[in-house]
């Protein structure tokens, strides 16, 4: 069972930037893939980014490549997810989930139904 808590979220102008953290709770964090989705409202949930952790290896929505950094940190059961250059059309929930898949493949992590765990979200505002 992991359980998973987001925070960093805000109100930010166009071309700023804001940090969104995951913490994780659970013996087992480092064995968990961990990801990145966020909704809009009127929207579906979409697959944002996603760091495995059977190799290290990252995987972003075209959207967000170049712009969006997910990292982790095992020894703190933390991911995080640096956003730069943000953009209005980037407001969002922004949700955290967890997977114990061991690797990320295009197709499944971009499913959310993929992913095992989630968190409450944390809302991010982009303003033009």
């Known amino acids: 069972q992991v359980q998973l808590v987001e925070s960093g979220g805000g109100l930010v102008q166009a071309g700023g930037s804001l940090r969104l953290s995951c913490a994780a709770s659970g013996r087992t964090f480092s064995r968990y893939s961990m990801g990145w989705f966020r909704q809009a409202p009127g929207k579906e949930r979409e697959f944002v980014a996603a760091i495995s952790w059977g190799t290290g290896n990252t995987l972003y929505a075209d959207s967000v490549k170049a712009r969006f950094t997910i990292s982790r940190d095992n020894a703190k059961n933390m991911v995080s997810l640096q956003m730069n250059s943000l953009k209005p059309e980037d407001t969002a929930v922004y949700y955290c989930?967890?997977?114990?898949?061991?690797?990320?493949?295009?197709?499944?992590?971009?499913?959310?139904?993929?992913?095992?765990?989630w968190g409450q979200g944390t809302q991010v505002t982009v303003s033009s």
């Open positions: 989930a967890a997977d114990p898949n061991p690797y990320l493949t295009t197709t499944r992590t971009q499913r959310g139904t993929s992913w095992d765990y």
